[in-house]
């Protein structure tokens, strides 16, 4: 099973290292990761994806707890936390193709953001789920994706 | 004030009056403000004996250790010492030398990333990168290190930033918003853990290191007295109930005796208290203690339910939490002869399997060692340890009753340690026997701190169990490799007597068994360092013994033939 971890650490120098080494040394594995400050300049938000049963995430948190420059985390709820991933995606396109891609960027509420002769760059936000089916309907012609790890906050006023 | 001096201001607040250490090109601005102050610095040969003497003195004080290395070799020299004080949880600070701060990242000379090196095997650490930070890491460390689940901390110190020169203010109120450890145990949690007590026929203790660094050792000896609980206790958790105490089992686990190893097995209760269930104690998991509800009271969350699960949790201070069901079991109605028919199969057991040896005429048993040792010292020494098989004849064969008197490698099984942390806690201790139990093996990964003991006068004791070989390998080796002693046998080693008198110390070579106790007598009288080389037999077994994988009460050796 997957959990979304939101982690609110201290925006202190090695706390990546920490915290990725500690996956690494405990035999977890990260699915993805997303870093970024939060409205407190002093604090980071991490959203890390881990896949787990029920007993390897309780002592991810816990162990993670113990980092000094951990300061809080939550399990998120999927049913309850909003989740975003983002991608952008070239696709090898020329004059002939460049319409069906369009439409179908459109269809997906994607942007283009780039066209050149011979490619199309898109920009996707959505859920996982939602950019791995953009992505399994351009497969022929996708040159390259870059994809970014999951964010998620909690639904309701907090 | 130069950063340097700021050191040692931070160092003082933090009430350090002793650190061990070696000087280099990085911590010589340390040195210079040292040179000038009243710390008492003790010299060591080799950084390693540093991190484990400031280990042993923390263990035999209950204070923080202290340990300082230059940068480069001399960090990386602290790494085994630091990974001790790690894996048992041992209150120390690192104080490291760093390369000038804008060479960091260079590989400049002696540049190592010690705080990445460290990272998996400390606390917390800290690489300062501003001067006026440095009173305020030194109070952090050494509060991080000594509070919650002690630990050890690193300080990483750029040779800039010993040299600048600031206004000096001590530091704040610390403000750590990520570390807050649970010192009271949750008053449901402690009601549940009374009634689960109160209604178990056939309850155990089983004790840890967390008894001794809590210094719940009283309430452990009144919780035990007043429901009649036998304890047994892990090595770590040696000292945390006195072993002439009628309902001791003594040391549980891989080499632990029969009795307490069969009472964990078919106990209906199982009282974890500040150990980690680890898998020297467990044996095979899913057969360990398998008829009990078990209890366990942590200081560390993520040792709960980590390697088996738990019924009735706390996490708290150990002293706070027994304290609590104390208090609790008092106001309960309890049936004072719950436990009889459970303490006659205990005393039994302990009949039927008792500790033993086989004297072999001749011969030095090594068990007799420990024996007169404990005979010789009253039970009083500190003991201390290297690894191997002397170890756990130290574990079995002496007489454990007062906490922090035994100091051994537990959760690292380093060998070396025993011997430089017997120095630590002599300095801690200097009114105590202090005496190392050495390996001939193990003796010698830091024989050269015999110059720290002799220059600085501390006169500890170091009694060799010189078997000629790496024993505790070579006892794997004879039970499950067919007797193919592949590189264990050192009997091609030095004369340890004279290596010890060429050191200054005092030096004996003990080849008969008459002359043990009053080798041991002699050393203690002669109030200098002093290495005694007991020729003991060779190829003696640690029994009883738990194969690897085995349930613990599927011993070896343990009965009496
Ligand atoms: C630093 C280190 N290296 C290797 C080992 C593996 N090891 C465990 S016990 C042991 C033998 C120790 O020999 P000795 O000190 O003579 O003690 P004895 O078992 O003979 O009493 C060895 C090599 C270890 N624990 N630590
Ligand atoms: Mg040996």
């Known amino acids: 099973m997957k959990h979304t971890l939101s982690v609110m650490v201290e925006n202190k120098p090695g706390v990546l290292a920490r915290i990725a080494g500690l996956f690494s040394r405990r035999g977890f594995n990260i699915d993805s990761l997303a870093v970024g400050v939060t409205e407190n300049p002093d604090v980071s938000r991490m959203t890390i994806t881990v896949n787990a049963a029920e007993h390897p995430i309780e002592q991810v948190t816990k162990q993670l707890h113990k980092l000094i420059n951990v300061i809080k985390i939550t399990d998120l709820d999927p049913d309850n936390t909003v989740a975003r991933e983002l991608a952008l995606i070239k696709v090898k396109s020329d004059a002939r193709s460049r319409g069906e891609v369009m439409q179908i960027a459109e269809i997906f509420r994607a942007k283009i953001l780039d066209v050149s002769r011979k490619t199309m760059t898109i920009e996707i936000t959505g859920t996982a789920e939602k950019i791995e089916a953009l992505e399994l309907l351009l497969k022929p012609n996708v040159a390259e994706i870059v994809r970014t790890g999951r964010i998620a906050i909690e639904r309701g006023e907090k | 004030m130069k950063g340097s001096e700021i ?4 160092l003082k607040a933090a009430g350090v009056d002793v650190v061990f250490g070696l000087p280099g090109g990085m911590v010589i ?14 010299l060591v040969r080799h950084e390693q004996g540093a991190a484990h003497m400031a280990d ?10 202290v340990c300082i290395a230059t940068s480069g070799p001399g960090a990386t020299n602290l790494v085994t010492g630091i990974a001790n004080a790690y894996m048992d949880s041992t209150p120390m600070v690192a104080i490291t030398g760093q390369a000038r701060s804008d060479l960091i990242g260079t590989d400049a000379f002696q540049e190592a990333d010690i705080t990445g090196i460290t990272e998996p095997v400390v606390k917390h650490s800290y690489l300062i990168k501003d001067t006026k930070d440095i009173p305020r890491v030194f109070k952090e460390a050494f509060y991080i290190a000594s509070t919650g689940r002690p630990g050890p901390v690193l300080i990483d110190i750029p040779s800039d930033m010993q040299l600048a020169d600031i206004d000096y203010k001590p530091a704040g109120r610390i403000n750590l918003p990520g570390y807050k450890p649970t010192l009271k145990g949750n008053r449901k949690q402690i009601k549940a853990a009374a009634q689960a007590i109160a209604a178990a026929s056939k309850p155990v203790f089983y004790a840890g290191g967390g008894v001794i660094t809590a210094g719940a050792e009283k309430e452990l000896l009144a919780l035990a007295r007043l429901m009649k609980i036998p304890v047994t206790t892990t090595l770590m958790g040696l000292g945390s109930f006195p072993e002439n105490n009628d309902l001791s089992l003594g040391m549980l686990g891989m080499h632990g005796t029969g009795y307490a190893n069969y009472a964990v097995t078919h106990c209906d209760l199982l009282i974890g208290v500040g150990a980690r269930f680890d898998d020297r104690v467990t044996g095979k998991i899913d057969t360990f203690a398998r008829h009990a509800k078990k209890i366990h009271i942590d200081m560390d969350p993520a040792e709960i339910s980590k390697n088996v699960a738990i019924d009735v949790p706390i996490v708290g201070d150990a002293r706070d939490v027994l304290a609590g069901i104390l208090q609790e079991l008092k106001k309960m109605k309890r049936e004072p002869k719950k436990t009889a028919a459970w303490l006659e199969q205990v005393i039994a057991w302990k009949k039927k399997h008792p500790l033993h040896y086989k004297d072999e005429k001749g011969a030095i048993m090594p068990q007799f060692v420990i024996e007169e040792i404990n005979r010789v010292t009253k039970s009083d020494a500190i003991l201390c340890t290297d690894v191997g098989q002397h170890q756990m004849w130290s574990c079995l064969f002496y007489t454990h009753v007062k ?6 490698s537990g959760g690292l099984g380093t060998m070396g340690f025993g011997f430089p942390a017997s120095i630590g806690a002599k300095v801690g201790r200097p009114e105590k026997t202090v005496i190392d139990v050495a390996g001939d093996g193990s003796f010698q990964m830091n024989i050269q701190e015999l110059a720290t003991a002799v220059c600085n006068d501390i006169p500890v004791i170091v009694c060799i169990l010189n078997n000629g070989y790496l024993g505790m390998v070579r006892q794997w080796q004879e039970l499950f490799w067919n007797k193919r002693y592949s590189e264990t046998a050192i009997s091609c080693q030095p004369d340890f007597a004279a290596v010890a008198e060429a050191y200054g110390a005092l030096g004996m070579t003990i080849t008969d068994k008459n002359d043990v106790g009053d080798a041991i007598r002699t050393a203690i009288k002669a109030k200098r360092p002093a290495v005694l080389d007991f020729r003991v037999k060779a190829e003696e077994n640690v029994f009883p013994m738990v194969p690897a994988g085995k349930s613990i009460d599927e011993m070896i050796g343990g009965h009496k033939s």
């Open chain 2, 56 to 65: 042993g003195y923390a263990r035999a004080t209950g204070k923080t250790g």
């Open chain 2, 7 to 10: 050191i040692i201001e931070s």
């Open chain 2, 29 to 42: 601005p340390l040195y210079d403000a040292l040179f000038d102050s009243d710390m008492r610095h003790i």
């Open chain 2, 403 to 408: 906490p922090r008197h035994f100091v051994s």
